[in-house]
Structure formats: C-alpha cells, structure tokens
Nanobody
Framework: QLQLVESGGDLVQPGESLRLSCADS????????IGWFRRAPGKEREGVSC????????NYADSVQERFTISRDNAKNMVYLQMNSLKPEDTGVYYC?????????????????????WGQGTQVTVSS
C-alpha cells in the first residue's frame, strides 16, 4: 500500500515561496488523484488543491488561487505544490493524500473521505 511522504516545509517570511513535494518510494502514483490539505492551528483540516491522476484536472481553494500551483511528474513519481506569495494564514501542517487506484482518476477538492492514503505532514510556518 502507498506510504506517502511530504517534504519541503519550512519557516519563511510573508511574501516568500516554498515548494512542497509528495512522494511514495514503493508504489507508482500514476493511478492516483492527489490532494493537498492543511491543518492550521486550532482549525479543521481543509483542502488546498488537488490534481487528477493524469494531471489534466486541477482544483484550488479560493484562498490559494493564483498563488499556489499543483503539478505532478509521474516519471519521477512526485507531486508538487508550489506556494508563492505566502501569507501568515497559510501556516499549518500540510498533508498530501491519494485517491485510487484507477484510470483517469479525477480529483475531489477538500473531500477528506475520498482519499485513502495520507502522509504524515510537513510544517509550513509563515511569520515575520
């Protein structure tokens, strides 16, 4: 079964950028839709972005639209979340999650129950 691992979290100042990565060392992610979620301190987990298994379908939360970009490189078995113009409200633990397997798997933004596999999370802190 999948074992997702997130990386790339860090402490940055407002306006800076980070790129998060999601990988699985044992199984291919090709047939999985991948979602990024975050849990801010004292808040519920929320969907940030997601990408279909083929990469042609992406979705973003309104709060990150135009600042975050999700992408995947199936040849490298990696999914990325490029986060630009970071704000203090982007602070939280970021998780990647996988829904599948299946062909042409579309992604469901923010639907926790749709995802079967979860990583342990990586901390993103945006503070001056």
């Amino acid at each position: 079964q999948l074992q997702l691992v997130e990386s790339g979290g860090d402490l940055v100042q407002p306006g800076e950028s980070l790129r998060l990565s999601c990988a699985d060392s044992g199984f291919t992610l090709d047939y999985y839709a991948i979602g990024w979620f975050r849990r801010a301190p004292g808040k519920e987990r929320e969907g940030v972005s997601c990408i279909s298994s083929e990469g042609g379908n992406t979705n973003y939360a309104d709060s990150v639209q135009e600042r975050f970009t999700i992408s995947r490189d199936n040849a490298k078995n990696m999914v990325y979340l490029q986060m630009n113009s970071l704000k203090p409200e982007d602070t939280g633990v970021y998780y990647c999650a996988a829904d599948g397997p299946g062909l042409f798997r579309l992604c469901v933004l923010g639907e926790v129950g749709a995802y079967d596999y979860w990583g342990q999370g990586t901390q993103v802190t945006v503070s001056s």
